[in-house]
């Protein structure tokens, strides 16, 4: 056990799954820079959380439609599926891509779930930017504070393919990016037993999980 | 006692040294930053084993019957020993502010904070700086070297595990001279950590396909992040496979 993954780690990787989670998908006007829609987002999700007991408690099905109808809109899940799976993206049909980004969603949120009960007192600190005006990629630095030490989370964060604003397609926590960490393991599933198997393998999970939450 | 505890340490030195030198197993799908996969996969398994009978079961019943002033002291207590060595730390990484703040800590809360039970040193605006002596030698280049799973102490790298000595030979806890005393806060401290992990390690078990390599690149980009606090060059931005023109879009 390292010592230093504390507690926090957890407590951050509620507070980012409520900011990813708590995204609103108010199109803004084009020049918001990332830094601001970032600041804007994050903290709609944290009084969003806030103000929602049964979500607090874990209510897995109001998540999924808080994460269906705030967060999808303002994030490339697309793209984060698509490269935490990596090289055997593109020898997957559309039907399989498709069930990957099912599957990998409902691993996330709930993964999150019984996470966000740990959201209370946080609130979040934006870095300054260092970017260009016109970067169409972009990470934005932030900060939790609350009680005990600041705990780092960042976002990468793409133009919107329409031009209509930004939107989140990794995030960072204790600088622990959540694509890569799930890389070697897509790669190791598909080396071993292809796309289908992978499928599978995150169905499995899902099922396991679903199973010892309620 | 106190030789059999160096002996353990000792056993524990050699059985990475061992590793070290005779792993290598590479297969054909081997991470390149996990050479020795098969033994790490091996030492990870035993330490499951054992944390699962005895480790966790230690921290769940420490963290629901032991009053939580108590366990905050406990925790603070510890951690202001290792600012002690995050102070050490940062000046051999001629990190100045850092230091001066690290001993600022060590000082307000060993005389302010009676031993460290109590952290005042955080409400009046003197943030942690944790660094250890891996990070030292990663800040001043020394690369992390293969990912390694230690008996016990769990994940850790070639550089970690080669400093391994050093830290325990400055270890307040290890180094104290009354045995009961130091088994007593040794063990404490051990739970005490378990006991603030137990969240994360449940999160981690829901979270992953693979236990073992989920584990692995938590901590390899965790480590990394801290060598670099908090900043590391941005080197490595993913391809985005659904971005390519001949990619029928799922969407």
Redesign the interface.
């Known amino acids: 056990m390292n010592r230093c993954l504390s507690r926090r780690l957890f407590s951050v990787w509620a507070l980012s799954a409520a900011c990813v989670l708590g995204m609103t998908s108010t199109a803004h006007a084009v020049e918001e820079p990332a830094d601001v829609f970032i600041k804007r987002v994050s903290g709609d999700i944290l009084d969003a959380i806030k103000a929602d007991k049964s979500i607090h408690s874990g209510d897995v099905n109001k998540i999924v439609v808080l994460v269906d109808q705030r967060v999808m809109p303002n994030v490339n899940f697309l793209r984060m599926t698509a490269s935490a799976v990596g090289p055997g993206w593109r020898q997957a049909t559309p039907e399989q891509q498709k069930r990957l980004q099912e599957e990998f969603k409902a691993l996330l949120v709930r993964t999150y779930a019984g996470a966000l009960g740990q959201v209370n007192d946080q609130t979040i600190v934006v870095k300054p930017l260092r970017a260009a005006a016109d970067d169409k990629e972009v990470l934005v630095r932030t900060e939790v504070r609350g009680k005990g030490d600041p705990i780092q989370l960042d976002y990468r964060v793409e133009k919107a393919a329409d031009g209509a604003g930004w939107k989140v397609y990794n995030l960072n926590v204790m600088g622990i990016w959540l694509v890569e960490n799930y890389r070697s393991q897509f790669a190791q599933e598909i080396n071993a037993k292809g796309v289908d198997g992978l499928i599978a393998s995150l169905a499995d999970r899902n099922k396991t999980n679903a199973r010892t939450s309620k | 006692m106190r030789a059999s505890l160096k002996r353990g340490v000792m056993s524990v030195v050699w059985v990475a040294l061992t590793v070290l030198s005779t792993g290598c197993a590479t297969g054909p ?1 081997a ?1 390149p930053k996990d050479p020795l996969e098969p033994m790490n996969r091996k030492v990870a398994s035993f330490n499951d084993a054992l944390d699962d009978n005895v480790l966790k079961p230690a921290a769940i019943g420490y963290r629901d019957y032991t009053p939580q002033p108590v366990q905050t002291g406990v925790s603070n207590f510890f951690r202001n020993l ?1 600012d002690v060595w995050s102070t050490a730390n940062n000046g051999l990484q001629l990190k100045g502010r850092e230091t001066a703040e690290s001993l600022m800590r060590v000082v307000v809360n060993s005389v302010f904070g009676i031993y460290g039970i109590f952290d005042v040193a ?1 409400p009046i605006g003197l ?2 700086h ?1 660094e250890d002596l891996g990070q030292t030698l990663g800040y001043w280049g020394v690369p992390s070297g293969p990912y390694v799973v230690l008996p016990l102490f ?2 850790s790298t070639v550089r970690d595990t080669s400093v391994l000595p050093v830290e325990l030979s400055v270890d307040f806890v290890t180094k104290h001279d009354v045995v009961a005393e130091r088994n007593v806060a040794s063990v404490t401290r051990l739970i005490d ?2 006991a ?2 137990l ?2 390690t ?2 981690l078990s ?5 236990k073992y ?2 584990t ?4 390899l ?6 060598v670099y606090d ?1 900043n ?1 060059p ?1 080197d ?9 023109p ?6």
């Open positions: 799908n991470n290792s955080t943030e942690r944790p769990g994940p950590k378990r603030s992990l969240q994360t449940d999160m829901g979270a992953a396909i693979d390599s989920f692995r690149d938590s901590y980009q965790y480590r990394r992040n801290q908090g590391p941005d490595d931005v993913l391809p985005d496979p659904s971005a390519e001949a990619t029928p879009s799922a969407k």
